[in-house]
């Protein structure tokens, strides 16, 4: 049995803000090390299961999150690589750290990126990065079996997948504060429950939509869904939406594009202020 894991950052126990998210931010390296922690439980429930094989994908930014050394010896990592490397010589597939799509209550949400997306569909489905790693698994007939996350991200992949096992990391109170869960707990839950799910790995499906796919995206500016057009196979259907007819999943994720919004407002913002607190000082505001 081949298991392909891909590891998130935002869905981590105790993980609540973005600071937590970045090298230069407080306490990151904490952020990492829990989370190659909760790796290395999955990795040993994986074994105990009977995996010949384990990949893990630093799947988090630039996918340069995970100590090589304080992973798990038995199982490999990849780092630095944007595109999932799944085919169809795994067995399934396990999501840990995992946030919920844009616009949900899920702490840290979004899908992609957090100031480009606004909705992702395919063939009329919302999906948030759970849907869509799923989505990917199902093309080469892989099943996702467990989703490790806070509350509303475990019940979106539920709701999306059906037969998944979860392990909550911590109750969302907004996407920035969560009511966070026992790392120890959670650690067990994690070895107990992928265990149970490679025992039975038969009874779980793998996601999957009919082709081709009608890839719809929905940007937070106007400025970003016209930029996604520019040299791409997107078409724009209306002032921030875009739409790609995609042969399949593959093909869809190929011609995503996720472009940042324009810089210029926020520039604007700042120039404001400066001319404002100098007009305060003058005493002419
Ligand atoms: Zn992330």
Redesign the pocket.
């Known amino acids: 049995m081949r298991v392909y894991i891909i590891a998130?950052?935002?869905g981590v126990s105790g993980i609540v803000d973005r600071e937590q998210?970045v090298p230069s931010g407080y306490r990151y390296e904490e952020a990492c090390k829990e989370l190659t922690e909760e790796l290395n439980c999955i990795v040993e429930g994986c074994l105990r299961a009977g995996a010949k094989e384990i990949i893990v994908h630093d799947?988090?930014?630039f996918g340069f999150n995970i100590n090589r050394n304080l992973l798990h010896s038995k199982a490999k990592l990849i780092t630095k690589s944007s595109k999932i490397l799944i085919n169809d010589s795994f067995d399934a597939l396990i999501l840990v750290g995992y946030?919920g799509k844009a616009g949900s209550s899920a702490v840290l949400s979004h899908t992609y990126s957090f100031n480009s997306i606004k909705n992702l569909k395919f063939n009329g489905i919302s999906v948030g990065e759970i849907g869509w790693h799923a989505l990917i698994a199902g093309h080469y007939n892989i099943p996702v079996v467990l989703v490790s996350g806070c509350d509303v991200t475990c019940k979106e992949a539920c709701n999306l997948l059906g037969k998944v096992e979860t392990v909550v990391t911590k109750e969302s109170i907004d996407k920035n504060s969560a009511i966070c869960y026992s790392s120890e707990e959670i650690k067990k839950n994690l070895k107990e429950r992928v265990y149970r799910a490679l025992k039975n790995v038969d009874n779980y499906k793998p996601f999957k939509l009919k082709y081709p796919i009608e890839m719809v995206i929905e940007y937070y500016t106007n400025y970003s869904a016209r930029k996604a057009c520019a040299n791409s196979k997107l078409k724009l259907i209306s002032n921030n939406k875009v739409i790609y007819l995609a042969k399949d999943i593959i093909d869809a994720t190929n011609n995503f594009r996720a472009p940042k919004p324009s810089l210029l407002p926020p520039i604007l913002k700042v120039i404001y202020k400066i001319i404002r607190k100098k007009a305060e000082d003058l005493g002419i505001y």
């Open positions: 998130d950052l935002e998210l799947g988090h930014n946030h």
